[in-house]
């Protein structure tokens, strides 16, 4: 039985700020560095037998503290980055809601092709989840754990399940160094395991000075 661990990648200011980042390359922030250092424990209890992850750094360096500890190499895999977000990359969501209505509309209510240039779900769930049934076969009959983001991992697990839109808009995301766990054997294919799996990794806040 392989065993797929699709973990989402640590904190970012931009996450801190609701702003969309799609394929922008925005590195960790200091949460985002720890929790990615208190989950690399936890996956490394699981004795994976490879890493992969997307190259966008936030997830590479997300994927490298759990190398840190097991001294495993990091697969980089471009089909891992998340979904393209077209014109609103880099704006808030208060400012996409202000100059796309209409297409912020469709976008909430689970349009899976809402315009403004943005990636559909249906490619993003294809590109994903090749990425990620390519990772599991690295290591069949072994445990891999994949870095990416949270709107890729979403519609790359639903790939692999065979899940519609309709079913995956009831699965909660993911939070920052969560994961789901995946598991395939030959009868019956991909199936769910645990989902939203990880440490809540609080801010550390300094002494005034």
Not at 154 to 166: E, F, I, K, P, T
Not at 177 to 201: F, I, K, P, Q, Y
Request: proline letters at 4%; a neutral charge.
């Amino acid at each position: 039985m392989t065993r797929l661990i699709v973990w989402r990648h640590g904190n970012t200011d931009w996450n801190a700020a609701n702003r969309v980042q799609g394929q922008t390359d925005v590195p960790l922030n200091d949460l985002g560095r720890e929790q990615a250092r208190a989950s690399a424990p936890l996956l490394a209890a699981l004795r994976p037998d490879a890493i992969v992850a997307s190259d966008l750094s936030r997830a590479a360096d997300t994927a490298a503290a759990l190398a840190a500890v097991t001294g495993l190499p990091v697969t980089s895999d471009a089909r891992l980055r998340e979904r393209y977000f077209g014109r609103w990359q880099g704006l808030t969501l208060t400012e996409v809601a202000e100059r796309s209505p209409d297409e912020y509309t469709r976008w909430r209510a689970g349009d899976p092709d809402p315009g403004a240039e943005i990636e559909t779900l249906h490619d993003l769930g294809k590109r994903v989840g090749a990425a990620l049934t390519a990772a599991a076969a690295a290591a069949p009959g072994g445990t891999v754990v994949v870095a990416t983001h949270g709107g890729g991992a979403r519609q790359g697990v639903g790939q692999l399940l065979g899940w519609d839109a309709s079913v995956l808009r009831t699965v909660g995301s993911l939070q920052n160094c969560h994961w789901t766990e995946l598991r395939h054997d030959d009868v019956r294919g991909w199936h769910l395991r645990a989902h939203n799996v990880g440490l809540v990794v609080a801010p550390v806040v300094a002494d005034a000075v």
